[in-house]
């Protein structure tokens, strides 16, 4: 696959864009920055916060209502659920690009994104956006002018079930999904389940079976891939780490498929994915493989019988957040996918 490593025009390759980072605080947003400042063809023009004026670096923030808009390229937003969407807005009205880095734009329904999210939707004139996971669909990412950055548990089971959802290899019996994720993934804003002493030595299961919100989320993107594909059943699990998600998916094969078969769409889907590792067959991937690192790391696993057990392991942050915020950004402006990244 060139795809992925298509060289910029010497117009794009030279010219430098300006940024903005809303959310800046945050952790993805504070990642982005440190990400942003090492990309080759990038200015961070403004940054905002509501409760700060500076971050421990010395970069000003301002507030997001005070940002000047016009005079930036793009936007990334990494903000909460529900604000994000109206800043996503009126960045695009103004001619901005945009990534938003929460929920607002990934269900292409305002009623279903109502329903999970248990909120108005802040922007349904910008439904559906295109969805941001470069390796399921990088063709519609091509100059689009704003794109929903996908949910970090999403990423992770979304990249385990691909090669077989896109063969149309998955059976109609439900996807077992179980993903392990570090603290940062609930944000900085303080909250009593974050707390150390409540996460430290437990690993915790939260809005197990078809609670969370990611839920629809995987949904939506399996079913365009193989409509006939069975239900997830899916378990969150919370770990003492800071960093890191893996995702342990289980899930049957059609009767017409082995697992030899299997294993090769995953190499076919992923051999010359720059962010992608794929492990040998029969090795499963881990979150320290993955952890402070901007891509992902796949493996297939014999289960029993019919059922594999596929793995994939990300950092929450980073291919779960901002480093594919990053990718996204790079295949908006026609510069090289892992410009900033590797
Ligand atoms: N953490 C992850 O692993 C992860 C992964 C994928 C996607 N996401 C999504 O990315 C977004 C940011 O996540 P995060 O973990 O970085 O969250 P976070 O650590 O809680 O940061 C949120 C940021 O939003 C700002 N903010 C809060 N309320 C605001 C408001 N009303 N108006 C303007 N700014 C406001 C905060 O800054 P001030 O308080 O300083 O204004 C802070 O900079 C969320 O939508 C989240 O769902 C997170």
């Known amino acids: 696959m060139t795809h992925a490593h298509l060289e910029p025009s010497p117009a794009v390759a030279a010219r430098t864009l300006r940024v903005g980072v809303f959310g800046a605080t945050g952790y993805t947003g504070q990642l982005l920055i440190e990400l942003l400042r090492r990309h080759p063809h990038v200015n961070l023009h403004f940054a905002t916060s509501e409760r700060e004026r500076a971050l421990e670096d010395g970069t000003p923030l301002l507030p997001a209502d005070s940002a000047p808009l016009a005079e930036v390229d793009a936007v990334f937003l990494c903000l909460p659920n529900g604000v994000s969407g109206g800043v996503a807005a009126r960045a695009v009205a103004a001619g901005v690009r945009v990534v938003d880095l929460s929920a607002d734009l990934r269900l292409e329904s305002a009623a279903l994104y109502e329903q999970t999210y248990k909120m108005p939707h802040p922007a349904p004139q910008l439904l559906p956006a295109p969805y941001g996971l470069p390796e399921i669909g990088r063709a519609q990412l091509r100059q689009a002018r704003y794109i929903a950055n996908p949910g970090c548990h999403v990423t992770a089971v979304l990249l385990a079930l691909y090669p077989l959802a896109r063969a149309g290899a998955l059976s109609d019996a439900p996807i077992i999904a179980d993903t392990k994720t570090?603290?940062?993934?609930?944000?900085?804003?303080?909250?009593?389940?974050?707390?150390?002493?409540?996460?430290?030595?437990?690993?915790?299961?939260?809005?197990?079976?078809?609670?969370?919100?990611?839920?629809?989320?995987?949904?939506?993107?399996?079913?365009?891939?193989?409509?006939?594909?069975?239900?997830?059943?899916?378990a969150p699990h919370l770990v003492p780490l800071e960093v890191g998600l893996?995702?342990?998916?289980?899930?049957?094969?059609?009767?017409?498929?082995?697992?030899?078969?299997?294993?090769?769409?995953?190499?076919?889907?992923?051999?010359?994915?720059?962010?992608?590792?794929?492990?040998?067959?029969?090795?499963?991937?881990?979150?320290?493989?993955?952890a402070q690192r901007n891509g992902a790391v796949v493996g297939v696993s014999e289960g029993q019988g019919s059922t594999l057990i596929l793995t994939c392991a990300i950092d929450n942050l980073r291919k779960g957040a901002s480093a594919q915020a990053i990718q996204n950004f790079n295949l908006m402006f026609g510069l090289p996918e892992t410009a900033g990244l590797l």
Request: net charge positive; aromatic share 10%; charged share 25%.
């Open 246 to 290: 893996l995702a342990t998916v289980y899930a049957t094969l059609k009767p017409d498929w082995t697992l030899e078969r299997a294993y090769a769409e995953y190499q076919a889907a992923y051999a010359a994915e720059p962010l992608i590792a794929l492990h040998p067959l029969g090795r499963a991937a881990r979150i320290r493989e993955a």
């Open 182 to 234: 570090g603290v940062s993934g609930a944000g900085k804003e303080p909250k009593p389940e974050s707390m150390f002493c409540e996460v430290y030595g437990d690993v915790k299961p939260y809005n197990v079976g078809r609670r969370h919100r990611h839920v629809p989320e995987i949904e939506q993107a399996l079913r365009k891939l193989q409509p006939d594909c069975g239900a997830l059943i899916f």
